[in-house]
């Protein structure tokens, strides 16, 4: 067995069990808690490098010979989405030490959030589609409890609705798993991606290929599809939307990628369109919902779902630069929208609020701050040379390749639309002077805090900052690794032999 | 030249360092930058006029074929000269008109960024590096529109120009994205080998559309223009750098540099005329009505870019050298004036014309530096402006396009250039003065000293015209022709029409100026003016977008949970259903009904219950239908031969029933307040899913393939599994992960419940 695989997981389960034996002790928790993610961190890295210089790593979890067993698959996809993690999963444990109040640490805030890095991993990791069905279920499992930790009215009302639909999702992936196994008598992956083919029965797979496109769906939160996301992501506190935000809908992404990859590739012509329209209508409702809204969080949390438009859209196109462009805009969307996420925090610590309307006259007293916040903006809007820029560029190259005029022009409708509601968030809560000043001080819990507090709070945002500026100044790497895990991803025959060997 | 853009951006940035020092220092040194720079760009001319260029390039992104492709050649080193050197000037006069504001440090930081930009952008060799370039450019002026931020209009200038500049720059990338997908690179210099490929494509028109749009938004032409004269919400400086002489002449600069490519058409030539035509026309007109000095400019600054676009698109030598001519006159003269009109209104405290007279006694410096500009812009010999006027005039007649509405139309602006050159220049300073805000004094020395040379500067390139111009306008002529050129520039031709042209031009504006008021109500009482004006369909674009956007979220994000569902389900049937009908014919459904008699009867157990659920009167019926479903599901288990299933299942049924029943005293009296067609509906929706996933299921279980996982399980349960149940050893030993993922999911799910139930924090203020 190989353990690089597999620690991804084991590294935040123990974690979150040594946490809970310190339940009352948050000091402990919280050692606990940054050394899990930095451990996870370093490990990450490794299995990258792993997979990047030596191709597809496979492990048997049990030793059960595949596909009998469980078996982990890290191809270079999954390597740089547990990478990402790895990073993002960092950021957010200094962010959550230097934001989240006592009361949430006290009721198991810490292992929740291992908990759901967990379940993260095991869904970019697995093999196994029920097991991406167990990732799952701790993932939502997790993130329910997360949301609603606290018990604040919006919490609940957004908690609610957050597992309801969910719910909802994870039985069609059910459904979905009971029919493949009972149509293929398998659940391995790449086993999977073989017995569909042998079953000679396009029709079939489509139409159990739609099922998890529902069900994935709603997980990504694709049009029409997306409603849980913005009614719930706006309510827990920041660094808890920050990873939902940045983190945990592109494991939706991810997983409809894998099984439109490797398993539901039979009739192309027909689910890639769908995938294609729908990709518009999420860009460009995600979009128009963004522009509704006046409060810091839901503009972020309506972009989300436009944004997720692109990263389909590339794989509605379906060339190898398609989806290049889809991974490296996965990469690139991760970190800006979980930084400005984690600014929308430290905006609120300073004026109390997340509303646009009570916000205002912050770039005067905090420039950097401001900087920041334009940096991740831009950079989610396109601008050049930030990451988006690329992301946006490979993208609508890749359409333009295809002559698909009409995905151009809302791709580039939805990226003025994008600027323009980074541009109220900024003119709101930066430029215009505040309207009721004299509450000022006695909001502004930032002012008080401990400088050590400060630097927790910060630092994470100015490491994703850095992040995104070296994507944008140095692009190549992210391109040739994305147009690399496209490769393998367009050919899935790498895939089924290093899980299964060569075919017989 | 890498290592230049390098350096001016880094210098932009270090600029706030040098505030902590000295509040004077970044003003000082980016006026040192821009300086250096235009040292280092005026030192290359003589290469360059000797017809070479300088080409570099480093590698960034080759993958896609995206470099730091840098190219100097005579267009871009004209461009490099101006934005260095009247950015000297500007920076000087800005590090005293900025002396007393707060920020200035950003202020600079802005300013110094922009001009990196905007060298960047004119040095580029490589379409996409320009347009990143161009994007920031468009930046930095929104953060300089935008610099007295606090002011509602101020940020509503800086918005509406980044969105009309950036949809231009938006269209314009996927325009060149589709050149470079054509011709397989985005070098410039490559390109102009590849003209007819491009010409002759079949996305020939669309792909200059792009680049006419890109092209029309930044540099002002008509219908896109409007955002300019908002953008003078901006201090001064920034108003006469970069919205008049240098970046809104980024359009020009991008016509200009794609001539060679996309050039040569007529669709080309038309679309230029024409827009260029317009608003040349268009802008001179509404610039005579302005009050306010810096209006006034703005509007004969989109003039001036019309007139430029109409010389591109005519193309001829004489058209093209014309344009070079002018667009150098008007940076010159234009920026002085601009500075001049910051003077004014840092001296007196207003900048409306009607409130201004008789400032020549008080500002004597201001006021000869004045004339010497105003002169230029006349067109009075031996001034810049002169050349450009006679060059203009001559290249409209002699290329005999449009005959004669052409020239006419370009007499007639013309003519009200002159009356706007008067009511800026004329107006404020002659006559008796008259009192203003503030007390009025000249300039401080930093204020008039770079206007001052600026203007000397019209004179001396008008009398030097045939030896400092000639070899700088045959070599830019010959990068947007990309071939050599060689003529004579001179200021004197002799008596010939266009001279006689030009002194009636001067004497009908002067007339007109005498007698503007005449012509402006008539202007302004004409109601059609509010229909063109296209800043009244940006604002009902931007509110109809505002509208649609809250009509959409409002019909999708309802905030309703069982409007969620619904159409989540209704996404299910259109997806899957219509997949499933679409290819598997409802003849090959063949369900197998051999079951057993008590199989049959479950099943209709099941179904009953089902109904009993929802058209149960009370909770507690509901509940009590709901465990009867679970525990048929458990009997099936145990028909199947799954006892331990079984047991499991009847025991969660249970729990869940009495769970179910204390949580119901809790709840209130349970009330149905649905209307019966929504029942219908609910009922249509529920009904065709399971249907669907009905008839799926029947079909399936009539292809099943031969599963080895299920006889690997069996045969292998017990040697190698040691467990006799398989389903056991399924669970804890080939899955076991599986079971490891669940029973962490029951642990969370304990910690919530926990949680959740202890820890209620107070509402948080929203």
């Known amino acids: 067995m190989n353990l690089i695989l597999v620690l991804p997981i084991l590294i935040p389960f123990t974690t979150a069990i040594l946490c809970l034996f310190f339940w009352k002790n948050i000091k402990a928790q919280r050692i606990f808690h940054l050394s899990g993610a930095f451990l996870y961190l370093i490990f990450s890295f490794v299995l990258f490098s792993e997979v990047r210089t030596n191709g597809i790593l496979v492990t048997q979890v049990g030793d059960w010979v595949a596909p009998f067993g469980i078996t982990f698959v890290g191809d270079l996809f999954s390597a740089i989405m547990i990478l990402i993690n790895g990073i993002i999963g960092f950021a957010t444990a200094i962010y959550a030490v230097g934001s989240i109040d006592e009361k949430r640490a006290q009721y198991g805030f810490y292992p929740l959030l291992q908990f759901l890095i967990m379940g993260i991993s095991g869904a970019f990791l697995t093999g196994d589609i029920f097991n991406l069905y167990v990732w799952f279920e701790v993932m939502l499992m997790s993130s329910f409890v997360l949301i609603a930790l606290g018990g604040t009215k919006p919490q609940i009302e957004g908690a609610i609705k957050y597992v309801t639909l969910n719910l909802l999702s994870s039985a069609f992936f059910l459904t979905g798993c009971g029919i493949l196994y009972g149509v293929a008598g398998t659940l391995n992956l790449a086993d999977l991606s073989i017995k569909l083919a042998e079953l000679n029965n396009p029709g079939l797979v489509t139409v159990i290929g739609m099922l998890f496109l529902v069900s994935f769906g709603i997980k990504a939160g694709i049009f029409p599809l997306f409603f849980w996301l913005p009614a719930s992501y706006h309510t827990p506190p920041a660094a808890v939307s920050a990873i939902f935000g940045g983190m945990m809908t592109k494991v939706g992404v991810y997983s409809l990628i894998r099984v439109y990859t490797l398993l539901f590739n039979h009739d192309i012509g027909y689910t890639h369109t769908i995938i294609l329209v729908l990709a518009s209508f999420t860009m460009v409702t995600g979009v128009l919902g963004a522009f509704a809204q006046t409060e810091f969080r839901r503009i972020l949390s309506f972009h989300i779902v436009s944004q997720i438009g692109y990263m389909i859209l590339g794989l509605a196109i379906f060339t190898p630069l398609s989806i290049a462009g889809t991974i490296f805009y996965i990469a690139h969307n991760i970190f800006a929208k979980t930084n400005l996420f984690f600014i929308s925090g430290v905006v609120r610590s300073i004026s109390g609020s997340y509303s646009l309307k009570k916000l205002g006259g912050l770039y005067k007293p905090y420039p950097m701050l401001g900087i920041l916040f334009l940096i991740s903006a831009f950079a989610l809007a396109g601008i050049p040379p930030l990451s988006g820029f690329w992301a946006k560029f490979i993208v609508i190259k890749a359409a333009l390749e295809v002559e698909d005029l009409i995905s151009v022009a809302v791709a580039l409708f939805v990226s003025l639309l994008t600027l323009l509601s980074m541009i109220k968030i900024w003119n709101d809560a930066f430029w215009k002077d505040k309207i009721d000043s004299e509450s000022e001080e006695e909001v502004n819990q930032f002012k008080s805090m401990s400088k050590v507090k400060k630097i927790f709070f910060l630092s994470p945002i100015v490491l994703l900052a850095l992040i995104t500026i070296s994507i944008g100044f140095f692009p190549e790497f992210l391109f040739s690794l994305s147009r690399d895990a496209a490769e393998q991803l367009l050919n899935p025959q790498i895939y089924i032999e290093a899980v299964l060997g060569k075919v017989k | 030249m890498i290592e230049v853009i390098l350096l001016s951006f880094l210098s932009a940035f270090l600029l706030p360092l040098f505030f902590r020092f000295n509040k004077k220092l970044p003003g000082i040194i980016s006026t040192l930058v821009a300086f250096f720079l235009f040292i280092y760009f005026a030192s290359t001319l003589p290469t360059i006029l000797s017809g070479n260029v300088i080409k570099e390039s480093t590698p960034w992104f080759p993958a896609v074929g995206i470099n730091f492709s840098f190219y100097l050649d005579g267009l871009s080193l004209l461009f490099a000269l101006l934005i260095t050197g009247i950015g000297t000037v500007v920076f000087l006069y800005a590090s005293k008109y900025m002396e007393d504001y707060k920020y200035s440090a950003r202020f600079f930081v802005y300013l110094t960024s922009f001009m990196a930009s905007m060298l960047g952008l004119v040095l580029s060799d490589n379409l996409i590096l320009l347009f990143i370039f161009l994007e920031l450019t468009s930046v930095t002026s929104f953060l300089l529109i935008g610099f007295k931020h606090e002011k509602e209009s101020s940020r509503y200038a800086a918005l509406q120009a980044l969105i009309v500049t950036g949809t231009g720059g938006l269209i314009l990338f996927a325009g060149i994205i589709a050149i470079g997908i054509i011709a397989g690179t985005f070098n410039i210099s490559d390109l102009l080998s590849n003209q007819q490929l491009i010409v002759q494509h079949s996305a020939y028109g669309l792909i200059l559309f792009t680049f006419l749009l890109g092209a029309f938004t930044k540099s002002a032409q008509f219908p896109f223009h409007f955002w300019l004269p908002s953008a003078m919400e901006a201090p001064t400086p920034v108003s006469a750098y970069l919205h008049s002489a240098t970046m809104v002449k980024a359009g020009v600069f991008l016509l200009a540099r794609m001539n060679p490519i996309l050039g040569g058409t007529e669709l080309w030539q038309n679309s230029l005329i024409l827009f260029g035509t317009i608003t040349m026309l268009f802008a001179i007109l509404t610039a005579v009505k302005q009050t306010d000095l810096k209006k006034i400019l703005a509007y004969s600054t989109v003039s001036i870019l019309g007139t430029l676009v109409m010389l591109i698109g005519i193309g001829t030598d004489f058209a093209i050298r014309a344009m070079i001519i002018t667009l150098i006159a008007h940076a010159i003269y234009k920026a002085t004036l601009f500075l001049i009109s910051g003077t004014i209104d840092s001296q007196t405290g207003t900048r409306d014309v009607t409130k201004l007279r008789g400032l020549k006694d008080k500002m004597p410096i201001t ?400």
Do not use: C
């Not at chain 2, 029947?698 to 599963?707: A, D, E, M, N, R």
């Open chain 2, 367 to 766: 006021f000869a530096t004045a004339i010497l500009a105003m002169l230029s812009m006349f067109g009075i010999i031996p001034f810049l402006g002169f050349i450009g006027k006679e060059t203009l005039l001559d290249s409209v007649i002699r290329s005999g396009l449009y005959f004669p509405f052409l020239p006419i139309i370009v007499f007639v602006s013309s003519v009200f250039v002159i009356a706007v050159a008067s009511i800026v220049v004329l107006r404020p300073f002659l006559f008796a003065f008259k009192k203003t805000p503030r007390d009025v004094t000249e300039a401080p020395f930093r204020m008039w000293i770079g206007p001052a040379l600026l203007s000397l500067l019209g004179l001396v390139f008008g009398i030097s015209a045939t030896y400092s111009l000639t070899s700088i306008v045959n070599s830019v002529s010959a990068s947007i022709f990309n071939f050599n050129s060689d003529y004579t520039i001179k200021l004197w031709y002799g008596f010939n029409l266009n001279f006689f042209l030009s002194v009636l031009i001067v004497l009908v504006g002067l007339v007109f100026y005498r007698y503007r008021n005449i012509f402006i109500k008539i202007v302004s009482h004409s109601a059609i003016i509010n229909y063109v004006k296209p800043s009244f369909w940006y604002d009902k674009f931007i509110s109809g977008l505002n509208k649609l956007a809250t009509t959409q979220t409002s019909l999708l994000q309802t905030g309703f949970l069982r409007h969620y569902i619904i159409i989540i389900m209704l996404a299910f049937i259109v997806f899957v259903g219509y997949t499933f009908f679409r290819n598997i014919p409802l003849s090959e459904i063949n369900p197998n009904f051999n079951s057993t008699t008590y199989e049959k009867i479950l099943a209709g157990v099941i179904v009953i219950s089902a109904f009993f659920v929802v058209k149960a009167k009370s909770r507690l019926y509901a509940i009590i239908s709901m465990g009867v479903v679970g525990y048929s599901i458990a009997i099936i288990f145990v028909l199947y031969g799954a006892p331990d299933l079984a047991l499991t299942q009847f025991a969660i049924e249970t729990l869940s029933v009495i769970l179910f029943v204390f949580v119901l005293y809790k709840l209130p009296k349970y009330q149905n307040f649905s209307h019966p067609t929504r029942r219908m509906r609910d009922f249509l929706i529920a009904g065709s899913s399971g249907l669907i996933i009905t008839l799926i299921v029947f079909y399936v279980t009539s292809i099943q393939l031969q599963s080895e996982v299920k006889k690997f399980f069996s045969e292998t349960s017990l040697p190698i599994g040691m467990g006799r149940n398989v389903v056991n050893v399924i669970i804890v030993d080939f899955r076991a992960l599986d079971t490891l993922g669940e029973i962490t999911v029951l642990g969370i799910a304990a910690i919530g419940v926990f949680s959740m139930l202890k820890l209620i924090l107070r509402e948080e203020k929203n």
